[in-house]
């Protein structure tokens, strides 16, 4: 798989369009096809950390986690209409272009540099956790798998540009889907069915899809996951850069929701998938828990030695199934290196260093920052040993640094009084809190103070339950009564132990928590410091609520809520002078037809 990965990486780089322009090295020429946008947005997020977190989840806390799922089929009608059409029609190559054109080049520096941080996190926790898991079970040494996958990575990443990122990405989607589901198969078929497996996870109460508990501390219920779980993935499928770029490499708008559509498929296949994973994988160890018993150091090793005590001694297929975790990893990290090379290139590289810089210098400098990222995730791996659950640490990694990106990026789209003063101050204002959550939950959970109770387990069925037995009786210590009853002591200790509520925040609600701090605190600073006239607002920067969300009003109703957006716009006129010719150009730029006959005047003028 690594072979087949760096081969893909070599024959754009020789015989495919020469990787000497940021259009193709970044965009790949903007003529990628269905098929394999759809794979890339898919591979891009369901990463290792799906394959290996997802299983432990419902192994661990039951089946609750499967309801994200519901939450994709109102992300992706979202990403479609309301916020893929205005990175579209811009023609961008970093999303947070968008944010200079909305607001100013300050809010445009902050929205990269949070998205940067985060993408960085996130690749290092994407690759530590499959290191980790594979090297305690398989014997494959953590130092060796790192080190593979982040220079495979690189290697076909700079060298072959986006199109091998997204070819590669589409073999790899392809191998991690007949890695999981032969292992799951075999499993299910080991255990006499899914209507076995299901019968001895409801023993248990693993089996529940109607908890509607509306408390926000609530880890998974119907809302956390529905409502909560929309904010945090539209932040992933609406503004990541890393899917943006994907759906603008397409050639056609229609091509680029026709891959979101299939995406939609594919990813609901596979959660559904990896959820009935865990469910095997409990089932296959309902009498002795391999967390319990000492077997394994953590849940994220679960699926490896599922994979090698149920078919290990089949040749070929444990290592299929290092090939389908390997190839989680090296697809969420290519993406990662690709888009970060676009987005220091475009907000922090031409801005400095001057628009003027040709074409190939350009691209020679994204394949650099690439490799630096490369270098700089490669540092940061061991980091992610210190976050916990795999997929609780890094669907929080989107919510502490995602949420306030997708607030920003909102409060844009859908606020046409939205000043840059407010954005600027909502976005910072969502960061700290979003921070001081997150760091402080971390800080808690470190020092036992918030505690997630797992479903009921059984170590019966070990070989030394007895032992198991007492130790955990060994364990459990007596209070002193020095001075106070040990009912006191126990009533203070509880006190003393209590973190702030905010802390007890569900990461679920994360990104929406940090969305909802920048678009109040943008509108009420925009309030005060003369907020922007919709109708001198450029509306190609404004999602038309009253066309896409608002369709079955009436026509009046829908052109209220236009908010007369665009209605006294003049188009910005920048001249530029050709060198070699001399001559003069004027660009412009509207999506408003009747643009045109201020366009003509501005001409005749001239």
Not at 207 to 228: C, M, N, Q, T
Not at 238 to 245: K, M, P
Not at 467 to 494: H, Q
Request: hydrophobic share 50%; proline share 4%; glycine share 8%.
């Amino acid at each position: 798989m690594l072979v087949i990965s760096a081969i893909i990486g070599i024959y754009y780089a020789c015989f495919g369009a020469k990787q000497n322009t940021t259009s193709e090295f970044l965009m790949a020429g903007r003529n990628m096809g269905t098929f394999p946008v759809a794979m890339s947005l898919i591979a891009s997020f369901m990463s290792a950390i799906t394959l290996l977190g997802t299983p432990a989840e419902v192994y661990q806390y039951g089946t609750m986690y499967w309801l994200i799922v519901l939450a994709f089929f109102l992300v992706m009608p979202a990403t479609n209409y309301l916020y893929m059409p205005i990175f579209y029609e811009l023609h961008v190559t970093s999303a947070y272009e968008y944010l200079e054109l909305r607001f100013n080049k300050l809010v445009r520096c902050l929205g990269s540099a949070t998205f940067t941080v985060q993408m960085t996190l996130y690749m290092a926790v994407v690759v530590y956790a499959p290191a980790l898991a594979l090297s305690q079970v398989t014997g494959i040494h953590v130092y060796v798998s790192v080190t593979a996958i982040f220079a495979v990575c690189v290697f076909y990443t700079v060298v072959g540009g986006m199109k091998a990122v997204m070819w590669t990405d589409t073999v790899q989607v392809i191998i991690m889907f007949i890695s999981m589901a032969v292992v799951v198969f075999k499993g299910d078929i080991d255990k006499g069915g899914s209507a076995a497996v299901w019968a001895i996870n409801q023993e248990t109460g693993r089996v529940e899809f109607g908890d509607f508990d509306p408390s926000p501390a609530k880890r998974h219920s119907v809302w956390s996951l529905i409502v909560g779980g929309y904010f945090t993935w539209v932040t992933i499928y609406g503004v990541n850069q890393s899917q943006v770029q994907r759906y603008l490499t397409a050639t056609t708008m229609k091509q680029a929701r026709d891959a979101v559509w299939i995406n939609l498929v594919g990813l609901v296949a596979l959660i559904s998938l990896c959820c009935y994973g865990g469910m095997v994988i409990f089932a296959r160890y309902a009498e002795c828990d391999l967390l319990t018993a000492g077997f394994i150091a953590k849940p994220d090793q679960l699926f490896p030695r599922f994979v090698m005590d149920t078919l290990g001694n089949v040749p070929g297929v444990p290592g299929l199934f290092v090939a389908g975790i390997f190839s989680g990893a090296l697809s969420t990290v290519s993406s990662g290196l690709n888009s970060l090379a676009a987005i220091c290139l475009e907000d922090f590289v031409r801005p400095f260093c001057g628009r003027e810089m040709d074409d190939a210098r350009a691209t020679s400098i994204s394949k650099f920052i690439a490799l630096g990222f490369g270098a700089l995730c490669f540092g940061l791996v061991f980091v992610a040993a210190q976050l916990g659950n795999v997929l609780e640490a890094a669907l929080s990694i989107f919510g502490i640094l995602g949420g306030p990106l997708l607030g920003v990026f909102t409060l844009g789209m859908f606020f046409p009084w939205a000043n840059s003063i407010g954005a600027a101050a909502g976005l910072l204002s969502s960061l700290v809190l979003m921070l001081w959550i997150g760091v402080g939950t971390q800080v808690a959970k470190a020092q036992g103070f918030i505690k997630v109770p797992r479903k009921p387990v059984s170590f019966e069925g070990c070989p030394f339950n007895s032992t198991m037995a007492n130790f955990t009786s060994s364990t459990t210590t007596e209070l002193p009564a020095i001075g106070f009853d040990t009912t006191t002591l126990m009533s203070m200790e509880n006190e003393m132990d209590k973190p702030l509520g905010l802390y007890n925040l569900s990461y679920m609600w994360y990104s929406a928590c940090g969305c909802m701090t920048v678009i109040v605190v943008g509108l009420i600073v925009s309030a005060f410091t003369k907020p922007q006239n919709p109708r001198k607002l450029n509306p190609a920067l404004v999602c038309n609520t009253g066309k896409t969300i608002y369709w079955f009003l009436p026509k009046k109703a829908k052109e209220f809520l236009r908010f007369h957006v665009g209605d006294e716009y003049v188009p910005e006129i920048k001249p530029k002078s050709d060198t070699k010719t001399g001559e003069i150009n004027v660009a412009f730029s509207s999506s408003n037809p009747d643009d045109l006959q201020t366009i003509s005047n501005i001409g005749m003028q001239t």
